[in-house]
């Protein structure tokens, strides 16, 4: 990879670490350390001019106390690699004799991305060189935290556990895993499943895998049946070693409670890992909901975090940051080809990240998430969260009124009052057909609404008695499956369903896309309603509810037509008007794309 793309990627990492208090963009010597500076990406280092002041405050909490073992001479070390750089000649791709490995990687092909021979190398050199040009004291910027990116979430995931491995119990590194106690990893019910592809790939068994149950209000993982887990492994004979936490879930967005997690882990000495794939993301808005959602991430010792998802950047682009400075090279770093990495080319290879991978051929995806970061600034990027979790709200709401869908009269309005779209009635069906067709399956915390359409005849005795009756139940999980084929039958959207803790089939509607708006929302419901009486119109069931007992017989109307008056187009007029809710303090999503469209096109890293 170029060594430009690099240097993108560790500015990149830099910058995402700073939102978890693991790196700083302030030199901590520094007498001015009030006013935000600037750290460009050729190291030249000026004071933003009025017009590219930022319009937040820095998401550097100096206050926070330091959770990271101090760094053993990082700065002499650096100021060595800097004194080591001045006196010899610049190991610029640019300038290299061509007969060595550094000068390769600098044609058309390797300056549009492509992977260069071993150009890699030359990057700790040029990052070193720019340092020291830019004036600053080095106050360990590399030393603070590690990090890489990645294709993915899973492989994110991967390498956390390996890492993980290689800290707990590093001679597996060199004579296996044989002779070691089977080591235990504990991650949520509701987490994600590449976790025990991760155990399968490096061998420690998907038995060993033990899914925690959740609390049932939050969906979060329950600490104290993870103490209890961790206990009975331990006097199986076993090793506790990894615990993985969630941040936004798969389906319902919940986030475990970090802080209570991290004290069981440093109960029993082991290693606590964010999957942050989602979740991560609201590290950005500063607003305290977020930041209580987000509480606890810092004192993590892993966390991915996917840049490809909420923050919009084309696939593929996925970190993996460890407050833990050169674990992921002393993990993955081998001497089988010693004549790979001379330091004849390149003295600095040790900040190489090469060693970091199993990867050697990667892709510059750092350029992407790069250029976005720095056209949108911060205040740009935690727009989107707080859009996200505008429209998810949004849709709480309009599921709540339909059919339903008011106006927005202001800012600081929680219940709007005026009628701006009624679905209407179809022709031959009943007064109420559209009435409590919808129902939600908890409150949405974060990006993801699920809920269920409830077909006409069912929907009194669900009102009374909820879908924990059997009967309801067993009613209930085919009325999903059934939607969903009339949607690919007709082709109109595409909504997933799923179930948790027993529940029926219910759909599930992430909101990572910003720039929709509430008609389009509104319009999703109205879609869904209309498939759901087609399936299941009036009279499917016949119902008798009584005070002792409830009777239901019949079932759906198995029905494949397309029915061409679609009422899923309406009026756009209203696009831009949003309503407000209880929890954070936010703007509307007119006033939150206002401020992103007036932010000057700078970062702070």
Known sequence: MAPVFLL?????????????????????????????????????????????????????????????PPPADTSSKLSEASTDASQSPRLDAQNHPPSTR????????????????????????????????????????????????????????????????????????????????????????????????????????????????????????????????????????????????????????????????????????MWMHVDGAVGASFLLPQEEYYKKLCRGMDRADSVSWNLHKLLGVPLQCSALLTRHPGLLSRTHSTVACPNLFSHIDTPLCDLDSCCSTFQYGRRADAFKAWCLWKKLGDQGMANRIRLVYTHTMELAELIRTFPKKFSCPGRGVNLPTEVEVEESVPTGMPSDINQDAFHLVWEPVSCNCCFWWVPYDLRKPFAQHGWQHPLLHEHLIHVAPAMKRQMLTEGSIMVDYHTLAGRPFFWRLPLVNPDICRDDIFNVLRIINRIGTSCFPPGSYAVSVSEADLSIEGGPMWQTTINDGDSSSCSRSSARRVASFPGPEMAHAEEIRESTAALPSICTF
């Not at 939102?19 to 010597?29: E, R, S, V």
């Not at 600037?38 to 106390?65: H, K, V, W, Y």
């Not at 049932?216 to 600490?223: C, F, K, L």
């Not at 970090?258 to 004290?263: H, L, P, S």
């Open 8 to 68: 993108m990627e560790k500015r990149l990492l830099q910058h995402m670490a700073s939102f978890l208090g693991w790196y700083t963009h302030f030199d901590p010597n520094s007498q001015d350390n009030d006013t935000p500076q600037e750290f460009s990406l050729c190291g030249d280092r000026r004071a933003p001019s009025p017009a590219e002041q930022p319009t937040a405050a820095s998401t550097t909490d100096e206050s926070a106390p330091n959770l990271l």
């Open 102 to 269: 550094c000068s390769a990687g600098t044609g058309e092909r390797e300056r549009c991305g492509h992977v260069g021979d071993v150009s890699r190398e030359v990057v700790p050199s040029v990052l070193v060189d720019r340092l020291r040009r830019s004036d600053r004291k080095l106050s360990a910027p590399f030393e603070t935290f590690d990090g890489l990116l990645n294709p993915g979430g899973a492989i994110s995931n991967v390498m956390a556990l390996n890492v993980a491995r290689h800290h707990i119990v590093p001679e597996v590194k060199v004579k296996g895993v044989y002779g070691t106690p089977p080591l235990v990893i504990f991650t949520s019910e509701q987490g994600h499943e590449s976790i025990e592809k991760a155990t399968a790939l490096l061998g420690l068994g998907v038995e060993n895998v033990v899914h925690v149950p959740v609390l049932p209000s939050t969906n979060a993982m329950d600490p104290q049946a993870l103490a209890h887990a961790v206990q009975q492994a331990a006097d199986a004979g076993k090793r506790p070693f990894f615990v993985n936490c969630t941040a936004a879930t798969t389906v319902a967005g919940a986030f475990d409670p970090f802080e209570a997690i991290r004290d069981v882990c440093d109960e029993w000495g």
